[in-house]
């Protein structure tokens, strides 16, 4: 039996000492990384580590949100580029910090976007969807809490975007190809889980359809762009029907939420 062991762990060693310790690297800290941002750097977690002690803070709504913005911040971005520079002694740009391909990055950018919006017209009528966004409740009605937050949701997704369709994407396509696109779809898409379904089933679509954006263009830029673009269309729209308490999808409905703008 223990000669058997020490074979098996011989053949598992040898094997290990033949991966490239890149892609290893990649797996390993997208994984770490990920569970440091949903157990500390989460909002979660400020709830019961830092709420208590702040909760009749009158903004303590928004600093949960800032804490969850600039958290992700340091554990999707900043250490992604640490390990880039520093153990695989390459550029960021290799890894979608540049512009690349960008008439091939702007034209698809507006035809998605193009796509979406009026889709989110008639999501945002949904109530799980009224009830959900935006994610801070007080940005329904106070305006420079909505504008700050949504620079949050800006940075947070510059973050987001290189974990997966920068870091993760490049990084792993020298090995696995294209076939690297469907790799990050898959954690994309978990990381739903808990939103609305039509949201976690349409992540299926944006993660891939984003991947192949980031791949085409050779950059993170307009992934970054279509995926704000997205979250903001969806925060404006709820934001306005709410404060019209309008929820219908015709014409006469979108001249009324504007009409309340003025």
């Known amino acids: 039996m223990f000669n058997k062991l020490k074979k098996d762990f011989g053949i598992l060693f040898s094997a290990v000492k033949l991966t490239d310790k890149n892609i290893v690297l990649i797996f390993i800290s997208v994984a770490v990384l990920q569970t440091l941002s949903w157990y500390y750097t989460s909002r979660r977690f400020f709830k019961i580590n830092i709420y208590p002690e702040y909760f009749d803070n009158p903004n303590i709504d928004l600093y949960e949100f800032i804490y969850w913005f600039a958290g992700d911040t340091v554990t999707l971005l900043i250490i992604p580029v640490l390990i880039i520079i ?6 960021v740009r290799d890894f979608g910090f540049k512009k690349g391909d ?17 889709i989110l017209w008639f999501v945002s009528a949904a109530p799980e969807f009224a009830a959900k966004y935006p994610h801070l409740d007080s940005a329904r009605t ?4 909505f504008f700050i937050y949504e620079i949050g949701i800006f940075l947070y997704l510059v973050s987001w975007e290189f974990m997966w369709r920068g ?5 792993l396509e020298e090995k696995f190809g294209n076939y690297s696109v469907l790799i990050q779809m898959i ?3 978990i990381l739903h889980n808990g939103k609305p379904a039509l949201e976690t089933f349409g992540a299926i679509f944006g993660g891939i359809a984003l991947g192949i954006l980031a791949l085409r263009t050779r950059s993170v830029y307009y992934c970054i762009i279509v995926h704000f673009g997205v979250m903001f269309s969806i925060d404006i729209f709820s934001r306005l029907r709410y404060n019209a308490e309008d929820y219908g999808v015709g014409f006469d409905s979108l001249l009324n939420i504007i009409a309340r703008l003025f």
């Open 86 to 91: 520093y153990y695989f002694k390459k550029n």
């Open 102 to 118: 960008y008439k091939t990055g702007i034209f698809y950018t507006i035809i998605f976007l193009g796509f979406m919006i009026p």
């Open 142 to 145: 106070d305006l420079s809490k």
């Open 167 to 171: 870091y993760m994407l490049f990084g």
């Open 187 to 189: 954690p994309f898409v």
